[in-house]
């Protein structure tokens, strides 16, 4: 295999300006970051350290200021232990049904056996009266409803006491674990070369494993994946409809072969590695993602490629652990081959080799078509004033959805925030990829958007890790987690405070971290009306922290599932498994509808209706 050496010539200048070395062969064009900040008016620029921290007053009452330029915010302070303001949107039956849900999930054998016991009743009840049963207990608790027109009610009342919703249409299919593992290796390649981590395994090849609080998408075919775009559509629609500020939720996995992910994360991963050897060999290991800076005059790169390569150019951006292989525009183009972009550096010989020998035409289409589908949804997203969050995945997968995210981001992310990336804080490098990206938002003036959550894979991520042997990835221990998730969250809070251009939800149901949250933002003076700020709890539960956040003032969203009973059983059955953790840790939840209900009795309110 002939390969042509390209020696790029090394640019001597101060370390602080140089941010790209790029190594190119014939016509040169370039997407990289801009090294400029953000103008102001005047033409001046605006230096992120230089802004200063507004810090809030004290006050005893709930006030939103009419300004939110103002240099004072008044502070503000939420009682989770208002019973009243926390379920005046639930009736007494409501209440009742969430306590004997909340029973039953604390019970191992009901959650154990759940999808036998649901099958059993359906035989035994028959299927209309296990509809009735199971929308008078578990689906009525965590579905909104069977479709868009059945859910509007919910919807509305939601609203009206300051609560949004993220629709998720929540059917799944039913496979058993020896189909969903022929489904992951179908037409798997075998190439020596690919490491462990980035290779399908069949003792995980049935994804759902170990996983409770997240949907598992499997290939099929591109027809089906055609379907479930068209179902992302429908939620981005209507969650226009519902509110003017709605956002919505897609998954890079039900979009196309999970095996170009797959592809795609090595490459990432393999060049960011190169970065660090670059960076190790000019002793700075060890360092923050950000204070890495690689001195140009101290580097002797000789890299390669192909000459029977189409594609025009390969970027690779120094600025701190940052690459920039791709161009989103050139991987939607029709004329772009995309197997000839998946190349890595071999550290030895210093050229850049393919990670695969050979992909076929209908390789090829699939993987266009993925991203075209992925492009679809966020050009519709625009149009309907709907905000995108690109849930996380297993980290074999999360690399190359970070960086779709992120070109979404640089593309849709240019007057407000449109597109969110998931952050999964139980990751070791979770503050780093935070960063990292933070940065290029500045950079290039873009807004950025982030979802923080604790994370879904932890079990299955870990037995992996340990089954096939590369580093287990994911934090030491809980309270780990918690520092990460707490740091990760106060590092978008400061950006958010001193430039406005940053964006988070907080989706969490620790009562700790939203209390955390709102300590912060009184320190900073952020006004919940500013709208920067968003927190995001699941549909049935953790009301007590929802609906007082919302009469707050604050946008709070429940992700608001809904499908048909028996289409929905899947899901049903990842919240009673989550619920049972979540139940025996703390009986927090079940004690407040106690004490809310025995209020309304108290009081003589047993026909208590919500008033809206």
Avoid at 263 to 275: D, G, I, N, T
Avoid at 423 to 440: G, P, R, T, W
Avoid at 592 to 598: D, G, I, V, Y
């Amino acid at each position: 295999m002939s390969y042509n050496k390209v020696v790029p010539a090394l640019v001597k200048s101060s370390s602080d300006n140089i941010k790209r070395i790029c190594l190119f062969h014939g016509r040169f064009r370039s997407t990289v970051a801009s090294t400029q900040r953000d103008e102001v008016e005047g033409g001046k620029e605006k230096q992120v350290d230089e802004c200063t921290v507004v810090k809030a007053v004290q006050a005893d009452l709930i006030i939103q200021p009419k300004n939110t330029t103002d240099a004072q915010t008044q502070k503000i302070e939420i009682d989770f232990d208002n019973t009243h303001e926390a379920y005046k949107s639930k009736d007494n039956i409501e209440l009742l049904r969430s306590l004997l849900v909340f029973k039953l999930c604390t019970f191992d054998f009901l959650v154990d056996k759940n999808k036998e016991l649901m099958d059993l009743s359906k035989k035994v009840f028959g299927q209309r009266l296990f509809e009735r049963l199971m929308k008078m207990t578990f689906y009525g608790q965590f579905v909104a409803g069977e479709d868009h027109n059945s859910i509007k009610p919910l919807i509305h009342k939601n609203q009206a006491f300051g609560v949004g919703s993220v629709l998720d249409y929540s059917v799944e299919e039913d496979l058993t674990q020896e189909e969903a593992e022929k489904k992951e290796m179908d037409r798997q390649k075998s190439v020596d070369h690919r490491e462990k981590k980035y290779k399908a395994h069949r003792q995980f090849g049935d994804r759902r494993g170990g996983v409770v609080s997240a949907r598992t998408y499997f290939y099929a075919d591109e027809a089906k994946c055609d379907n479930q775009m068209e179902t992302f559509l429908n939620c981005i629609k209507a969650s226009g409809g519902a509110s003017v500020d709605g956002f919505s939720a897609i998954k890079m996995t039900a979009l196309g072969r999970p095996q170009f992910l797959l592809q795609f994360s090595e490459v990432l991963v393999k060049w960011r590695r190169f970065f660090n050897l670059l960076a190790a060999q000019q002793g700075k290991s060890g360092m923050d993602a950000l204070e890495q800076k690689l001195e140009l005059e101290q580097l002797k790169i000789v890299c390669a490629y192909r000459t029977e390569f189409d594609f025009e150019y390969v970027i690779f951006i120094m600025s701190p652990r940052t690459i920039d292989l791709l161009d989103w525009n050139s991987l939607i183009n029709d004329r772009t081959s995309i197997s000839n972009l998946l190349v890595i550096p071999n550290v030895e010989t210093g050229q850049l080799e393919p990670l695969l020998r050979k992909f076929t035409v209908e390789e090829e289409k699939q993987m266009k078509r993925m991203l075209q589908r992925v492009d679809v949804l966020a050009k519709h997203a625009v149009e309907n004033g709907v905000r995108l969050m690109v849930d996380a995945e297993q980290t074999y997968f999360q690399p190359a959805i970070s960086r779709l995210t992120l070109e979404m981001q640089r593309i849709f992310n240019r007057e407000k925030p449109i597109i969110f990336n998931t952050y999964q804080c139980y990751l070791k490098e979770a503050y780093d990829n935070v960063s990292v990206d933070m940065e290029l938002s500045r950079r290039e003036g873009w807004y950025f958007g982030a979802k923080l959550v604790r994370g879904a894979y932890m079990y299955q991520e870990r037995s992996r890790a340990e089954e096939i042997g590369y580093e287990d990835p994911i934090n030491p221990d809980y309270e780990a987690t918690n520092r990460m998730y707490h740091k990760c969250l106060e590092f978008v809070l400061e950006e958010i405070n001193h430039n406005r251009k940053a964006n988070v939800m907080v989706a969490s149901h620790n009562e700790d971290t939203v209390k955390f949250t709102l300590e912060k933002m009184n320190q900073m003076g952020l006004s919940p009306t500013e709208n920067k700020v968003y927190f995001g709890q699941l549909l049935g539960m953790c009301d007590q922290i929802s609906f007082p956040l919302g009469q707050a003032g604050f946008p709070v969203y429940k992700y608001v599932p809904y499908g048909p009973v028996n289409e929905v059983i899947p899901y049903l059955s990842r919240r009673a498994l989550e619920n049972r953790g979540f139940m025996k840790g703390s009986q927090r939840e079940r004690s407040l509808l106690w004490k809310e209900l025995k209020r309304r009795l108290l009081n003589g309110q047993i026909l208590y209706k919500p008033v809206y």
